[in-house]
């Protein structure tokens, strides 16, 4: 693994969401390793990167107005941690939760969901 700054960490995974909040297959695309698996909040992981792409494309036609908003970052060695919340549609307009972001040679190993929870705040540096 090639040594990356915390503030080049954080933009990568700022451009990812903001690829996820565009519905941007390519651009999602072009962030995520090879090897990408997504983790859900059930812990439930899916890979790899060309499963996530058809997973993804999927995933919007089901939310399509779905977005995420981010309002806290902390950068933990190659681990990009995100406090935020998800806007599914009008009527499940905030859900908060805390993602993760693996990050291997500048690319997405992993995006994981998890629960905002005192918790996990602690665990990920976002209290």
Partial sequence: MTHTSSQKLKSI????NKYINNQDIVG?????AENHTFTDRDGESHGPKSFMINGWKEFFISFPEYRNTFEKTAVTDNL???LGFAYWSEKYP???VIWTAMIEDDLITEWRVY???PENRKKFNLS
């Fill in 13 to 16: 995974v700022v451009a990812f």
């Fill in 80 to 82: 990009v941690s995100v």
């Fill in 94 to 96: 905030y859900d908060p």
């Fill in 28 to 32: 999602l695309s072009s962030l995520m």
């Fill in 115 to 117: 629960e905002d929870s």
